[in-house]
């Protein structure tokens, strides 16, 4: 059995926080972002956070090892945005599996070297696989709504370099997250098995879900429950939601789905929602009394932060789940 499963039964396994809110304190100038490799790059790159793997390793090391102290289980690598089509809007998409690569390996180092600490605890990385700039199943152009900017198969090829990328870097996990619609999701899914099948990999994957308002759906429309009954043919490690809202506002949509599968349930919601200036002011204390209530009606088997959330809010977050049984799962 594969150890991620084995933890998952043993105990709630703890994901970490924001990568780009930690990134932000390093107050990075369009010179940290070039580095040398693209020091005559000839558009600007500042605000590429997935390139700094690329070009300040250091930085994205160190907020991984952060999270770990902290009390994290599994980090995420910084590839949210690390596909062609995403890359496609600073012109790099040439390194693409360079970018994948490099982030991969800093997260397994940092990681390899918290479980060599104690191994009584091993510690994972989830290749982090974003939803991309572009939806698959709705027109971007109110006047024709029969266009789409992309197609399933280019979004597949796409995802399918960026899991290869991942797998050769040494994930342990992918996780396809901050999922709006669940059309591109289904892409990175089949790309995914398709390197599996390729590859005779059993890597473990996750999926997360985003529902993006107060109607319960996510931006493409589906409930929570059609959401999970649209992907539960794949076998997952685990699904769940994470994005758009705060953790007391995903409860009702964990509640939806927790019933209805046997795979693990994953949470990562935002430090509160934001406020006028878009920043998050949801204090570790509050955010943690918010999940102890999923861990309470035993709602979940890995849960972290997303958006505003830092290393202070997961090690508030792992207080509240050590030695907690988890949530029964069948895998």
């Known amino acids: 059995m594969n150890i991620i ?41 500042k605000g590429n956070n997935d390139l700094l793997s690329i070009t300040q390793p250091h930085a994205i090391a160190e907020v991984h090892r952060k999270y770990f102290e902290a009390g994290a289980d599994i980090v995420e690598t910084n590839t949210f945005s690390g596909t062609t089509i995403a890359m496609a809007d ?17 997260a397994k180092e940092v990681a390899q070297s918290f479980t060599d600490k104690e191994p009584h605890k091993p510690r994972f990385v989830a290749g982090s696989i974003g939803p991309t700039n572009k939806t698959a199943s709705m027109s971007p152009d109110v006047n024709d709504p029969g266009y789409r900017a992309i197609s399933f198969d280019e979004l ?9 990328a991942l797998i050769d870097g040494g994930v342990d996990i992918l996780l396809v997250e ?20 390729e590859r005779e990999s059993d890597i473990p994957v996750m999926i997360s879900g985003t529902i993006t308002d107060a109607s319960g759906r996510t931006l493409s429309g589906q409930t929570a429950e059609a959401f999970l009954i649209s992907i539960q043919h794949i076998p997952l490690l685990s ?11 995903l409860q009702p949509h964990l509640e939806a ?19 006028a200036f878009g920043e998050y002011d949801e204090t570790p204390e509050e955010m943690a009394v918010q999940i102890k ?19 202070a809010h997961i090690k508030a977050i792992a207080n509240i789940v050590e030695g907690v049984t988890p949530r029964s799962v069948t895998i």
């Open 5 to 45: 499963y084995k933890a998952l039964k043993e105990r709630i396994l703890v994901l970490d926080g924001a990568m780009g809110t930690m990134l932000q304190a390093y107050q990075f100038s369009e010179e940290d972002f070039r580095g040398d490799r693209f020091k005559d790059f000839h558009i600007p790159l």
């Open 239 to 249: 699904v769940g939601f994470n994005c758009a809202l705060g953790a007391k506002q």
């Open 90 to 106: 600073y012109e790099l998409e040439d390194i693409v599996y360079d970018l994948n690569y490099a982030s991969a390996k800093i």
């Open 293 to 311: 209530s999923y861990v309470d009606k035993n709602l979940v088997n890995i849960v972290g932060g997303c958006c505003g959330t830092t290393p």
């Open 178 to 197: 901050t999922v709006f619609d669940t059309l591109n999701a289904k892409a990175a899914l089949f790309a995914i098995e398709e390197v599996k099948e």
């Open 156 to 164: 597949r090829v796409a995802y399918k370099q960026q899991v290869e």
């Open 257 to 275: 789905i927790a019933s209805r599968t046997q795979a693990g349930i994953s949470a990562h919601p935002n430090a509160g929602l934001p406020n």
